[in-house]
């Protein structure tokens, strides 16, 4: 059975940084690109980030570009996402999500998401 | 603002069948798969139609997908209270490159 399970969110002022893991098991981890999407409260789904199996493909929206970066540690199966620069409208639940097995994206596997609060 | 355009809600009665819409432009719906998610109040999105119109297992076949051009649809039919939920239509954009989302739709059961 396939589980992600996300740790790290938490409360932190604006301008501060954080970093979210995701633990993955039940999968060959080394064989799939994985992605990070947020759902700040009461709103809808946003994708955030995507590294492919060997990282050699990294994308970010326009959003978190330039302040997040994603990584991953195949001999853990671990998901990273280290955001710095943090603002209030990043407040959200963090998903890790993994992507199907294809050329194709989409997202078969989701954790159950961690919360970030930017406030002061 | 969404760039894949969903209807905020959507209803209808127990038994009846129910569609959503969701549109998108040629970078996006118009060169790639679909995929649709299913969020119940309170948890996580389960994916429930993926490549346009792959259910995956233990998905019922009350759901489907269609694409047409740089739209898309989800079918539901044999409508039941318990499947109450926003629904999510996604695709990766090749402009963009970036996966998009939805503003989501929330289905309401009469």
Known sequence: EVQLVESGGGLVEPGGSLR???????????DYSMNWVR?????????????SSSTTYIYYSDSVKGRFTISRDNAKSSLYLQMNSLRAEDTAVYYCAKRGYSSEWWLDDWGQGTLVTVSS | ????????????????????????SSSNIGSNVVNWFQQLPGTAPKLLIYYNNRRPSGVPDRFSGSKSGTSASLAIT???SDDEADYYCAAWDDSLNAGL????TKLTVL
């Open chain 1, 20 to 30: 979210l893991s995701c633990a993955a098991s039940g999968f060959t981890f080394t």
């Open chain 2, 1 to 24: 603002q969404s760039v894949l355009t969903q209807p905020p809600s959507a209803s209808g009665t127990p038994g009846q069948r129910v569609t959503i819409s969701c549109s998108g």
């Open chain 1, 39 to 51: 759902q700040a409260p009461g709103k809808g789904l946003e994708w955030v980030s995507s590294i």
């Open chain 2, 101 to 104: 989302f939805g503003g989501g």
């Open chain 2, 78 to 80: 044999g409508l039941r």
